[in-house]
Structures are given as C-alpha cells and as structure tokens.
C-alpha cells in the first residue's frame, strides 16, 4: 500500500515480489543480469526481495526520462559484501 500523501507518479516502481515487472503503468520492466534471483526469507517488505550477490548480477531497464530536477532515486539495500572497493547501487 502507499502511504497518504506519497507520490503515485512513478517513472518505474520495482517491488520484486517475484518478479522484475514494472509496477507502474510505464512498463520498465527489468532485464535480470547474471545470477540475479528472488529470495522470499529476507525481504523489508512484499513477498521477495531482489538477491544478487555482488558478482556481475544486476536489474537493467530502458527508462528513459529527460527530468533534470526534483528526481528522487531510492533503493533498500541489505548489505553483506565488499566493504573495501567500490560498489555501485544506482548507476546510470
């Protein structure tokens, strides 16, 4: 559910349950990148969450936007890896 008063004008909400679809009506769906998977155990919330485990797994999509301003990224990471090198969560 979304709480009173949040946006409801996504470009693209991705909530894993399962699936990479895209739950607005944009349709970014996501493209899974190597070994990335679901895991229905450790989730923050939903049914799943996405798993992937640092070694060239990734969700990619074809969201296109031309906003320059107000543009709010966010992602909840549950971080197990490498704390020594670079690790990208949203890359563009």
């Not at 991705?14 to 769906?29: E, I, L, V």
């Amino acid at each position: 559910p979304t709480p009173s008063g949040a946006p409801t004008d996504y470009k693209a909400k991705w909530g894993f349950n399962n699936t990479w679809s895209d739950s607005s009506a944009n349709g970014y769906n996501l493209t899974a990148n190597g070994n990335a998977t679901f895991n229905s155990s450790d989730k923050k919330e939903g049914t799943h969450a996405a798993a992937m485990d640092g070694n060239g797994d990734y969700g990619s999509a074809s969201l296109v936007t031309s906003v320059t301003n107000n543009l709010t990224m966010s992602a909840w990471v549950k971080w197990t890896g490498d704390t020594t090198s670079h690790q990208q969560i949203i890359y563009n």
